[in-house]
């Protein structure tokens, strides 16, 4: 199982990946879902893109995983001028996940056109 650090491997991206429609992912995103079957995470925030794309096309997508009680919350906030001005847009929780790490962040940005891409944080 891959752990955090192998994804600073991660800066920037050769390639963009169709995940669904105007969503795309970059290599970071798209080996991470793949490594930890966690497509469900990016159908979530395919979901919001609407309330995303509202609130100005950019989001920090937060996932704090209770590694104990195999639960999780997801907050998903419009990113701000600075982290004081940050609005939450989404969040939710999931009460069964095996996601294997404490947390996770991902950011949510507009790509080419009408799409928007997932990536991670080294890859912005």
């Known amino acids: ?3 955090p650090a192998d994804l600073d491997q991660f800066i920037g991206t050769t390639r963009w990946y169709r995940y669904r429609p105007r969503l795309l992912l970059t290599d970071g995103t798209h080996f991470l879902a793949r490594e930890l079957n966690c497509c469900w995470l990016l159908d979530l925030v395919w979901s919001v893109l609407p309330q995303i794309r509202r609130a100005g096309g950019f989001a ?3 996932l704090k995983t209770d590694l104990a009680a195999a639960s ?3 907050t998903i906030r419009d ?3 600075d ?3 940050e609005r939450v847009i989404h969040r939710q929780a999931i ?3 095996d996601f294997p790490w404490p ?3 991902l950011y949510v940005g507009p790509g ?3 799409d928007s891409v997932i990536l991670l944080p080294l890859e912005y």
């Open 1 to 3: 199982m891959i752990t």
């Open 60 to 62: 920090v997508v937060e």
């Open 72 to 74: 999780a919350v997801i």
């Open 79 to 81: 990113g701000g001028d």
């Open 83 to 85: 982290s004081q001005d």
């Open 95 to 97: 009460p069964y996940t």
């Open 103 to 105: 947390e996770l962040m």
């Open 112 to 114: 080419d056109e009408d």
